[in-house]
T-cell receptor, first 113, second 117 residues
Framework: QQQVKQSPQSLIVQKGGISIINCAYE??????FPWYQQFPGKGPALLIA?????SEKKEGRFTISFNKSAKQFSLHIMDSQPGDSATYFC????????????FGKGTKLSVIP | GAVVSQHPSRVICKSGTSVKIECRSL??????MFWYRQFPKQSLMLMAT?????????EQGVEKDKFLINHASLTLSTLTVTSAHPEDSSFYIC?????????????FGDGTRLSIL
């Protein structure tokens, strides 16, 4: 049973545009929702994370929107750049540290000039 | 920032060989480390949770006798793929959580690409 559903599977965005990736979760015990960026041949790197007590978190060009009632959260990348081209994974866990992360299936983002 | 180092980054070996992968937390201590496997164009799948000084906890479907995990110190966990076969070829990634702050997120290593011929 996939507990975190991610869409789209792939995304092509023009440079300067907004990239939007969506995730939905099922387990209401989840209370930590990170997004990871992974380049080919590298491990995932934490991009931004949110807890359910806030509806939005912004760090630079990256924003997470969180809808607790709908059990959905999304990543918005503003002013997308070719260097943002990577695979993005949403994840969820009970707590930030010790608890295991459940990952979405990933979105391959390509930002074209 | 917290750094997790994996070694080797890539290994190619013959079928039947046992391969050891190291995961080190360089600037923090970690009682818990996680081992993931990632097939091409797929997501990370948790294999096991490694606990310092105790036995690892394996996810359903992961053979503990096939994938031996040793977490002998607060900065080192090892994964040994025993008698590896071509179907074990994959990208293996570890992560670790800083001991001192339970609210700190997991930090990932850069992975080990294992290719079994």
């Amino acid at each position: 049973q996939q507990q975190v559903k991610q869409s789209p599977q792939s995304l092509i965005v023009q440079k300067g545009g907004i990239s939007i990736i969506n995730c939905a979760y099922e387990n209401t015990a989840f209370d930590y929702f990170p997004w990871y960026q992974q380049f080919p041949g590298k491990g995932p790197a934490l991009l931004i994370a949110i807890r359910p007590d806030v509806s939005e978190k912004k760090e630079g060009r990256f924003t997470i929107s969180f809808n607790k009632s709908a059990k959905q959260f999304s990543l918005h990348i503003m002013d997308s750049q070719p260097g943002d081209s990577a695979t993005y994974f949403c994840a969820a866990s009970r707590g930030a540290g010790s608890y295991q992360l459940t990952f979405g299936k990933g979105t391959k983002l390509s930002v074209i000039p | 920032g917290a750094v997790v180092s994996q070694h080797p980054s890539r290994v190619i070996c013959k079928s039947g060989t046992s391969v050891k992968i190291e995961c080190r937390s360089l600037d923090f201590q970690a009682t818990t480390m996680f081992w993931y496997r990632q097939f091409p164009k797929q997501s990370l799948m948790l294999m096991a949770t490694s606990n310092e000084g105790s036995k690892a906890t394996y996810e359903q479907g992961v053979e503990k006798d096939k994938f031996l995990i040793n977490h002998a110190s607060l900065t080192l966990s090892t994964l040994t793929v025993t008698s590896a076969h071509p179907e074990d070829s994959s990208f293996y990634i570890c992560s670790a959580r800083p001991l001192r702050d339970s609210n700190q997120p997991q930090h990932f290593g850069d992975g080990t690409r294992l290719s079994i011929l």
